[in-house]
């Protein structure tokens, strides 16, 4: 089943994003900021909708060498899972990023630190969550299959859109994932494009999803590009 992320409706409140999703798709992933920041998790008990969330990002870095920064980015998370407990949700979030190449290794053992403090928190609320891949933003980090080691076997969520811009969609479809973001563009530019409108090659994409039985979100930015990603993809 293709889920979709309420990406595509982020300029109406949530519940009213969420009752439209749930029309349209029984796996629902809710980019928990801006309208649809979650404040009241028993607003998922009126949906039969299963869920993911995408923890905040804006502001955020695990990865940070400033302490302070570090550790609120890592409270951020953690409050994250407390939703995602209540809803019954796994999370995916962003892997944090450096400033200058010279601060990568400290920004590995920064990132290192936040890893083992999400591990304990997820195992305390019973948590699954996913370190999604960066597209081409530099100094970011899981960019490429490469740089997989950093999560140290914690799951993927792959973003197709990202991976292709980076030229390596291929090898994460390789490397095994547990989650996938779909959306196309032209290999320059990240733009969120319904499936169809950019270059990707979403057959071996598909396959892929059939093979490992991850769960997808369409993660697009308008509803009817949604709706006319799911009719390309349910083709392949």
């Known amino acids: 089943m293709l889920g979709v992320s309420s990406?595509?409706?982020?300029?109406?409140?949530?519940?009213?994003?969420?009752?439209?999703?749930?029309?349209?798709?029984?796996l629902i992933e809710v980019m928990d900021e801006g309208l649809h920041f979650v404040q009241d998790p028993s607003l998922f008990e009126n949906y039969s909708a299963d869920f993911v969330l995408h923890a905040p990002y804006h502001g955020m870095n695990i990865a940070s060498l400033f302490e302070?920064?570090?550790?609120?980015?890592?409270?951020?998370?953690?409050?994250?899972?407390?939703?995602?407990?209540?809803?019954?949700?796994?999370?995916v979030m962003h892997p944090g990023y450096y400033a200058w190449e010279q601060e990568r290794e400290q920004a590995d053992r920064q990132?290192?630190?936040?890893?083992?403090?999400?591990?304990?928190?997820?195992?305390?609320?019973?948590?699954?969550?996913?370190?999604?891949?960066?597209?081409?933003?530099?100094?970011?980090?899981?960019?490429?299959?490469?740089d997989l080691d950093l999560i140290d076997g914690c799951g993927l969520a792959l973003d197709t859109g990202h991976a292709h811009i980076?030229?390596?969609?291929?090898?994460?479809?390789?490397?095994?994932?547990s989650h996938m973001?779909?959306?196309?563009?032209?290999?320059?530019?990240?733009?969120?494009?319904?499936?169809?409108?950019?270059?990707?090659?979403f057959i071996p994409v598909m396959a892929a999803l059939r093979r490992t039985g991850a769960s997808a979100v369409v993660e697009v930015k308008s509803f009817d590009g949604v709706k006319k990603s799911i009719r390309a993809l349910e083709m392949m």
């Open 68 to 91: 302070p920064i570090r550790k609120a980015s890592v409270t951020v998370m953690s409050n994250c899972f407390m939703a995602a407990a209540e809803i019954g949700a796994a999370v």
């Open 111 to 146: 990132f290192r630190k936040s890893l083992q403090e999400l591990c304990n928190a997820a195992h305390e609320h019973s948590v699954t969550f996913w370190f999604e891949n960066m597209g081409d933003m530099h100094f970011f980090n899981l960019r490429t299959p490469k």
């Open 166 to 177: 980076n030229r390596c969609l291929p090898g994460f479809l390789q490397a095994g994932f």
């Open 7 to 26: 990406y595509c409706l982020m300029d109406i409140p949530l519940q009213e994003a969420l009752d439209r999703l749930s029309a349209i798709t029984g």
């Open 181 to 201: 973001h779909i959306h196309d563009n032209n290999g320059k530019k990240d733009t969120h494009s319904p499936v169809g409108e950019g270059n990707i090659n």
